[in-house]
């Protein structure tokens, strides 16, 4: 299984709702990764977790909280987000972290109304 | 930090052989990948170089010149399925995570 799952598809919320945004790898990674992504833009590292830890905040604004319950599963918890948030947020996975070969899952298309 | 460059846009036609550039600068480089996004799509790792040299996978090659720190991606035979969008990434030894260059458009025209 070489698939990295996010759920749910497609976000809509409001900028006072919590909801937040679920990742599940089944290969034995030891890495994940959220990143943020805009329209014709790069992906933006947001937090890598290594071994269950966070390893990386790339200043990300505390509206987005990240979690990993276990070494499958990766969330990231949303809070009083603004509009500018919208995007695509993908959640990656990889052997160790360094590792040059990453696992992308679809994204969640997220809109903050 | 790290920064990359490479075009924003570049047209071929079927069959073809395109060449795309990318110029990096970065403390402790590690190595340079190559991800495929189609719209809507999520990134796909193509290939990888850590030493000069070229590397292989099929219609797709990867070189690296360090000293010049310098890659290209080189896709051969293009397909109308190769339009897509093309980023180069950098890993480097001190943060140890990809910093991904700004893309390229590939847009193959029959």
């Known amino acids: 299984d070489t698939e990295v799952t996010q759920t749910p598809k497609h976000l809509v919320m409001g900028m006072t709702n919590k909801k937040s945004l679920k990742c599940e790898q089944h290969?034995?990674?030891?890495?994940m990764y959220w990143y943020k992504q805009k329209a014709k833009k790069p992906p933006e590292l947001m937090f890598v977790?290594?071994?269950?830890?966070?390893?990386i905040n790339e200043s990300v604004p505390s509206r987005f909280s990240p979690e990993c319950p276990n070494s499958s599963l990766l969330n990231l918890h949303l809070h009083a987000l603004q509009p500018e948030d919208s995007a695509l947020y993908l959640c990656a996975s990889s052997l160790d972290r360094g590792a040059y070969e990453q696992y992308f899952g679809p994204g969640t298309r997220l809109t903050v109304t | 930090g790290q920064s990359l460059e490479q075009p924003s846009e570049v047209t071929a036609v079927e069959g073809a052989i395109v060449q795309i550039n990318c110029t990096y600068q970065?403390?402790?480089?590690?190595?340079l990948s190559w991800y495929q996004q189609h719209d809507g799509g999520a990134p796909t790792f193509l290939s990888y170089?850590?030493?000069?040299g070229l590397e292989e996978t099929g219609r797709f090659s990867s070189f690296l010149s360090r000293s010049d720190s310098y890659g290209y991606l080189l896709l051969q035979e293009l397909q109308m399925k190769d339009s897509a969008s093309y980023f180069c990434?950098?890993?480097?030894?001190?943060?140890?995570?990809?910093?991904f260059g700004s893309g390229t458009r590939l847009q193959v025209q029959p």
């Open positions: 290969m034995g990674h030891r890495a």
């Open positions: 990434a950098v890993s480097d030894t001190g943060r140890r995570a990809l910093t």
């Open positions: 977790y290594s071994y269950e830890k966070l390893s």
């Open positions: 170089n850590a030493l000069d």
């Open positions: 970065t403390s402790g480089f590690y190595g």
